[in-house]
């Protein structure tokens, strides 16, 4: 029975992410097999994306089913059950409208399958960490620290590019992996320029080698943040957006700094109402440096 580990990706468009899923399927002499799902080719963003935990819009509804017919995907693969992989991809493309590509190795080899999606929410993160541990597989996120004018400008270039205030909204409601502060993210790969691809093989061949535990994902109840603390995480933030606007005025234009702005209050805005509805595993004396982070 191959190994199996779900590599999630994690960052707007134009941060990476086909970039680095095309490396990791050129990468030589690799010793496991690649499932690209690639969001872009089976699923359209629609007006209801940006409101995915309380519209069940298109968009979302169109997630929940790629979510489950990947989960068939790899139970396929744990039952070494060729005739059902085959149905079950034969369906795919029917209700896609495209095809996935799966290589005629991968139900004798390890298997990655590469999740190149934006999940710029925790809970679209959650549900794959659920099949995840449901199936006692390996997991991995590889988060993609790309700044907002370098995903606009690489959007910029795309032969069909992407509207930019989507990519705009994405970055504010980006909720950054962040294992100080959730758990879950302790182990994360975070990529800013450069992509260190013999660590990124190296993680995932411990993830291969160390698959999740197989047990139900416990429900928590969050804890309101006291008000004083909330005041302090607010302070750090205005300083922040202040340290932000002062790098970002010798590139930007009057309206583009003026427009970026109101982005960066946005997503201060966002992150304290993230914070104040959860309880805090993090000392005072870390606390601005994970505020940072999520940021």
């Given at each position: 029975m191959p190994r199996i580990c779900l590599n999630v990706l994690v960052g707007i468009p134009g941060s990476g992410k086909t970039t680095y899923c095309?490396?990791?399927?050129?990468?030589p002499?690799?010793?496991?097999?690649v499932v690209h799902?690639?969001?872009d080719s089976y699923i359209k963003i629609d007006v209801n994306y940006d409101k995915f935990r309380d519209v069940k819009g298109l968009y979302k509804v169109y997630r929940q089913k790629l979510l489950s017919y990947v989960e068939m995907i790899i139970l396929s693969f744990k039952e070494n059950d060729q005739s059902?992989?085959?149905e079950v991809v034969a369906r795919w493309?029917?209700?896609?409208e495209n095809e996935l590509h799966i290589s005629s190795n991968a139900m004798i080899s390890d298997v990655v399958l590469l999740i190149?999606?934006?999940?710029?929410?925790?809970?679209m993160r959650r549900e794959w960490q659920k099949i995840a541990s449901k199936l006692a597989i390996g997991y991995l996120e590889t988060y993609f620290d790309t700044a907002l004018s370098t995903a606009i400008q690489r959007n910029r270039e795309r032969p069909q590019p992407i509207d930019e205030q989507i990519i705009n909204q994405m970055w504010m409601r980006l909720e950054k992996p962040n294992?100080?502060?959730?758990?879950?993210?302790?182990?994360?790969?975070t990529v800013q320029e450069n992509v260190e691809y013999d660590r990124v093989v190296g993680q995932i061949e411990y993830c291969l080698e160390h698959p999740q535990e197989h047990s139900a994902v416990p429900k928590t109840v969050a804890e309101p943040m006291e008000q004083s603390e909330v005041h302090k995480t607010d302070i750090i933030l205005r300083k922040l957006i202040s340290k932000k606007m002062v790098e970002a005025k010798d590139s930007m234009s009057k309206q583009e700094l003026q427009f970026f702005a109101k982005i960066l209050q946005e997503?201060?805005?966002?992150?304290?109402?993230?914070?104040r509805k959860s309880e805090l595993n993090v000392t005072e004396e870390l606390m601005n440096s994970a505020v940072e982070e999520l940021f």
């Open positions: 095309q490396q990791i399927v050129a990468l002499r690799r010793q496991f097999e799902v690639c969001y059902k992989l085959n493309s029917k209700q896609f190149d999606d934006n999940n710029y929410y925790r809970s294992g100080k502060l959730y758990q879950r993210e302790e182990d994360v790969i997503r201060k805005r966002r992150i304290l109402e993230q914070i």
